[in-house]
């Protein structure tokens, strides 16, 4: 069923902003349909003596396709504009405000506040930077397999997003920080108006990135309840509830046990 849904492209191009999050899709409804099926139904085959799985990468494979030319065109851009904001980063952090004293080469403002903000700063979008540029290049030397799709790339690319988010916001600080040290103006609307004009690249850059990331926030909701199903004492809770409710009234039980909900159903298949 999953493999052969046919999707009309226009419908698809503006409901999905890009094929990957189609496919994610997919892939997560196939699992949930294959948490309710009995296991032995699993090795089926159709008239052509394909199984529901090899029948879901036969059909999903050019989907599969332009979901990878799509996650890899992402990282490159994402790695340029990381490399790019590294190099600045690098850069700052041996040309430091105010300059440096001749006697032993220490920076002139170092006991200002707001050259430790500086520092700090600098020093977490470095840090920021090259994460995401590592997590980016982990992506495009993936083997972009179909059950990576489900989960793996998705978050990696999720929080690729989020340490260049961080990287860009930890550099306008440290920009801010080193405007307000040179002008060294006293006057507090000063400092707001100058945070304020610092945030505007952040403030827009989160704003245009905003859809992409609220898609790969379902990828980070389906881990946590993909998590929460493997703990051990919300089984014990259920069926201790359970054996005190067949204890307290074994004709209901017997009533319940013959009408089981759909929910109820997929919890009690996905146990066995």
């Known amino acids: 069923m999953v493999g052969k849904k046919i999707v009309n492209e226009d419908v698809q191009q503006t409901e999905k902003q890009s094929p ?35 029948l879901l990468a036969l059909n999903k494979e050019p989907l599969r396709e332009r979901s990878q030319e799509w996650l890899k065109r992402t990282a490159e851009n994402c790695s340029i504009v ?18 440096s004293k001749e006697a032993d080469g220490s920076p002139v403002l170092l006991n200002q506040p707001f050259f430790v903000l500086f520092t700090i700063t600098d020093v977490l979008s470095l840090t ?8 980016f290049l982990s992506i495009l030397t993936s083997s972009f397999r179909l059950r990576d799709f489900k989960q793996s790339l998705p978050q990696q690319l999720m929080l690729g997003i989020t340490c260049l988010i961080l990287s860009v916001s930890m550099m306008m600080l440290a920009f801010a920080a080193t405007v307000i040290l040179m002008i060294r103006n006293n006057q507090q609307w000063t400092r707001i108006i100058l945070y304020l004009v610092a945030f505007l690249p952040v403030t827009v850059f989160a704003v245009i990135y905003l859809p992409l990331y609220l898609s790969l926030m379902g990828t980070f909701k389906y881990t946590i309840m993909k998590w929460w ?12 509830q359970s054996l005190e409710n067949t204890n307290a009234n074994p004709s209901a039980a017997e009533t319940s046990s013959s009408r089981v909900s759909a929910p109820e159903l997929v919890r009690v298949l996905s146990v066995r």
């Open 20 to 54: 990957s999050f189609q496919l994610q899709d997919d892939l997560l409804l196939f699992e949930q349909i294959s948490k309710v099926i009995r296991p032995h139904f699993h090795k089926h085959t159709n008239k052509d003596g394909e199984t529901a799985e090899e």
């Open 82 to 99: 990381a490399v790019l904001i590294a190099t600045v980063a690098f850069a700052a952090a041996y040309t430091v405000p105010g300059g």
């Open 128 to 135: 920021f930077c090259l994460t995401s540029v590592v997590i």
């Open 229 to 240: 199903s493997y703990i051990p004492q919300s089984k014990c809770t259920t069926s201790h």
